[in-house]
């Protein structure tokens, strides 16, 4: 298992760009694949984008494709996801998961580790 410790949250404006970080801990940090989610308070749990840990397959919620970018640096133990363009409606406490597969990231997988999240603001 990794621990995981996300960064950069904050309150920004409508049409701001916004980097979440997630340091991961470990010497296995390249045999993770990597996943964002969001949650809002009151509303389930959702999934915003993943990595893969073989060949960096990355998938994306339809609303974030485009805007979104998902990244990792084995170098540096991090996954990092780009926000563009953010709406009011992304408002929501972001987390980081992790699991040790080669495999696809999905939604559904079971995750080994969780951040304690970051939380974001996106005034209108």
């Known amino acids: 298992q990794v621990r995981l410790l996300e960064s950069g949250g904050g309150l920004v404006q409508a049409g701001d760009s916004l980097r979440l970080s997630c340091a991961a801990s470990g010497r296995t940090f390249s045999s993770h694949g990597f996943c964002w989610f969001r949650q809002a308070p009151g509303k389930e749990r959702q999934f915003v984008a993943s990595i893969s840990a073989s060949d960096q397959t990355t998938r994306y919620t339809d609303s974030g494709k485009g805007r979104f970018t998902i990244s990792r640096d084995n170098a540096n133990n991090a996954v990092y996801l780009q926000k563009n363009s953010l709406k009011p409606e992304e408002t929501a406490d972001y987390f980081c998961?992790?699991?040790?597969?080669?495999?696809?990231?999905?939604?559904?997988?079971?995750?080994?580790?969780w951040g304690q999240g970051t939380q974001v603001t996106v005034a209108s």
């Open positions: 998961a992790a699991r040790i597969t080669y495999g696809i990231i999905i939604a559904t997988t079971t995750f080994d580790s």
